[in-house]
């Protein structure tokens, strides 16, 4: 529906506020001290919510997949219902920084002056909910960094996330409990299962790589403590923001499938491509 040039300039005017707030909320909530303060709400029942969310990454890249395929395949209504599919749990944390963005930023208790009224809210909430996948996609992407070096360092190995992290650490915990426990002694221990190494026991290995996706989860809970800052300091976040507030114009002005289109949940996704070119890898040695 094309938009009288009053309710043009109005929703016009509204958007240029937005963005005009956007380096004062930045700085505000995602510098040190502001970080500081949203992540007491990754505190109580989110630090098992961030666990049960890793468990579903699986599933819910399946669901992106079948979506595309659906859709490839000519079949668009199935398609929207499997990617409107959310299996996540919200968290805390990411309901704090959705209402922010909502209320502070935004302002929103309505549709933009001059915009129809329709289904604003919801599209406006939507919009938000990409906002905040990205900025946690980030920080999973800064805790994959992180289980990488550990990786490098302890393992000698790529070790971009859980899935490849777990086994090998099995592994070399039950070669240490092995040449500790050898009869010899642990330095004939170590020349004999240098010759011939042990192997983790399914049990083992199903045990550890579920303790490292705890620890991965919540490294990525609490690694906006360390992102935030940094993306501050870089102007990530303003930009991520003008991004969201450019969109919701655009909504406002009738481009009802306008899209945030971030990048960010994509990057993340590189430690699960790597996994799996790396599981590949291991099986065909």
Known sequence: MELAQGAREAVAAYAAACRARIPAFTARHFGLAG????????????????PLNVLLVG??????????????????????????????????????VADLVLSELLRLDGPPPGSPEG???????????EYVAARHAVAEFAAGLV?????????????????????????????????????LGSGAGSVW????????????????????????????????????????LLGLHQQRLRRLVDTLERVALGESEASLALPDPYIARVTDLADVALMAMRLTR
Not at 75 to 95: S, Y
Not at 150 to 167: D, F, K, Q, R, W
Not at 201 to 218: P, R, S
């Open 193 to 232: 299962y240098s010759w011939y190494p042990v192997d983790a026991t399914w049990g083992e290995t199903a045990a550890t790589t579920l303790v490292v996706m705890v620890c991965f989860a919540l490294a990525a809970a609490f690694m906006g403590l360390v992102t935030d800052p940094l993306q501050q």
């Open 59 to 96: 599933p819910a890249l399946f669901l992106r997949i079948a979506a595309a395929l659906s859709r490839r395949l000519g079949l668009p209504r199935l398609a929207d219902w499997l990617a409107r599919r959310n299996l996540f749990v919200e968290t805390r944390l990411a309901r704090r």
């Open 35 to 50: 970080t500081l303060r949203l992540h007491r709400e990754a505190l109580g029942l989110d630090l098992l919510r961030a």
């Open 147 to 183: 289980g990488l070096t550990i990786g490098l360092i302890v393992l000698h190995a790529l070790t971009p996330s859980a899935i490849s992290l777990g086994p090998l650490l099995a592994k070399e915990l039950a070669q240490r409990e092995a040449i500790e426990g050898f009869w």
């Open 119 to 129: 289904a604003w809210r919801e599209r406006a909430q939507h919009l938000i909910a």
